[in-house]
């Protein structure tokens, strides 16, 4: 959904900084997305990508700066935040020895959504991402891709205002990648649900994106629409502004360097 | 705790997950069963020229209650599992009170250790095991408490570990002591006096008094004090667990 030059922001990050230890993962950074805009953050591995999503979705609090998410501040008030949006992990996060509809339930009650309306929205949202006929399988017998669209019609059972993806469509055929986008445009069209995604495939990114941010060294290189971005570093493709934003240097570095900061840092907490 | 509740329904999740794994019931039956072959056989002529009575009956109790501290204990790995597989974040991204998943978790975790005692009774049972069965009701209530006690302060480990490597070494480097230390296996009243002031620290010891207090009517510190220590601890372990639960970092 193309959103209104006036539509009002729904997410504002106002100098957000995250150390572990001597490590700075996000420093200073600002931006905002609008409501119903389907916004993508993207960046190199260890950019700082993932640490933003968890402090917007209060699974770690700031060192410093200030998140508006919905007019709430995720860190003082966590359980009001947390209704307002749904998240799809970077990582696998269903229950295995669960069938289908066992996960999608149990998100449910865990949201407080009353009984009839879960089971009108799980039955509509599985038929939805055409899981339906497989309710009742375990999900261990589920490919990569059922799995990921099982995630994401679970992540919507209690009506989020935001949808979180960080990288949706890691690891799956492009068939399968296709189909995904294809939901979630219909989402954000049809509901008007803002989309907040993170992904490395840079095409999908320019094709569904109303709204860029380029973050590397945790900091914010560039933010603007698929068009301007191009413009501004007079290249044909997000890929090429991408790269010309970010440089051409392997990132697998920072990204252990920082995981292996934060071991750290929670080694330290756990003997204290 | 009602059909709609996130306790009830992490409960309900635990327990499922246990009733589906067949393997997981059946195998973790031997070591009890062995035991109460191995000494109550092995031992039970020693014990009933010393003592006049019958060792199974003695034994019996202190198994029940094995079988019990184990799969408590071993509950906690959920934990870990949870967060290597990831689904631990949708828990704890959800609104709902880290104090109410920890809670979920343990009465589920509590739960199938209770199911695992009654199975392991049933097979005293058949061994010849003959308990009074007036007091089952009661040997029920300290089975409950002592899982509930074992299993919050397994999941309470577990919330901060994250190597599902070390959490069985850690866990039987716990389990051992505080099993052979308990009066599961030899009677206190009999006992040499330092192992009996080590076995009043043990938090299992009163478990195991109790559960043999009311299904043999035989108890070294009497009825009363076992629920009393058993409430006790169940409550403190479980307030602990809960706030190291709730500190939890993804």
């Known amino acids: 959904m193309k959103s209104g030059e006036n539509a009002k922001n729904i997410i504002e990050v106002t100098d957000l900084l995250k150390k572990f230890g001597d490590f700075t993962a996000v420093n200073n950074i600002s931006f905002s997305v609008k409501q119903g805009e389907m916004f993508a953050f993207l960046g190199p591995n260890g950019a700082g990508k993932t640490t933003t999503i968890k402090m917007l979705t209060t699974l770690l609090n700031p060192t410093s700066g200030k998140i508006l998410l919905n007019n709430l501040n995720p860190s003082e008030k966590k359980n009001e935040a947390r209704k307002s949006f749904g998240i799809v992990f970077q990582d696998h996060s269903l229950d295995d020895d669960l069938t289908a509809y066992e996960n999608m339930e149990f998100h449910g009650v865990f949201y407080g959504v009353p009984k009839k309306i879960r089971k009108e929205r799980i039955e509509s949202l599985l038929k939805f991402v055409e899981l339906w006929d497989r309710k009742d399988d375990f999900v261990k017998n589920f490919s990569g891709g059922m799995k990921r669209r099982l995630e994401i019609a679970r992540g919507l059972i209690h009506h989020p205002k935001i949808l979180f993806l960080d990288e949706p469509t890691l690891g799956l055929d492009p068939q399968t990648r296709n189909h995904i986008w294809d939901y979630i445009k219909k989402l954000n069209e049809e509901e008007g649900m803002t989309v907040f995604l993170t992904t490395h495939y840079m095409n999908e990114a320019e094709k569904i994106s109303d709204s860029v941010a380029i973050i590397d060294h945790g900091k914010i290189m560039k933010q603007g629409t698929p068009a301007e971005l191009k413009k501004s570093t007079k290249t044909d493709n997000l890929e090429d502004a991408f790269l010309k934003l970010t440089g051409h240097a392997i990132r697998d570095e920072s990204a252990s360097s920082a995981d292996a900061f934060r071991n750290h840092a929670r080694m330290w907490r756990g003997k204290k | ?250």
């Open chain 2, 1 to 250: 705790m009602s059909e709609g509740s996130p306790v009830y329904i992490m409960w309900l999740r635990q327990v499922k997950q246990y009733l589906r794994s067949k393997g997981r019931i059946i195998g973790s039956l031997g070591q009890p069963i062995l035991f109460l072959v191995a000494l109550g056989f092995g031992f039970g002529h020693i014990y009933a020229q010393s003592t006049g009575g019958n060792f199974i009956d003695f034994l019996a109790p202190g198994i029940i209650a094995m079988s019990i501290l184990f799969t408590a204990m071993f509950a906690g790995i959920g934990v870990i599992w949870d967060r290597q597989f990831g689904f631990l974040k949708e828990t704890l991204v959800s609104p709902v009170s880290r104090f109410k998943i920890m809670w979920g978790r343990t009465l589920g975790g509590a739960t199938t250790a209770l199911l695992q005692g009654i199975i392991v009774l049933l097979i005293t049972l058949a061994i010849g095991f003959r308990p009074s069965l007036v007091y089952l009701p009661l040997a029920f209530v300290f089975m409950a408490l002592i899982s509930i006690l074992f299993t919050s302060l397994g999941t309470a480990l577990a919330s901060r570990m994250e190597d599902m490597q070390a959490f069985p070494l850690v866990m039987n480097f716990i389990i051992m002591p505080v099993f052979f230390l308990s009066g599961a296996l030899f009677p206190l009243d009999t006992a040499p006096n330092t192992l009996k002031i080590i076995s009043y620290f043990n938090p299992l010891t009163y478990g195991v008094d109790g559960i043999r207090g009311a299904l043999t009517g035989v108890s070294h510190f009497g009825l009363l004090l076992d629920f009393g220590v058993n409430v006790v601890l169940a409550g403190i372990v479980l307030l602990i667990g809960s706030r190291m639960f709730s500190k939890i970092q993804i």
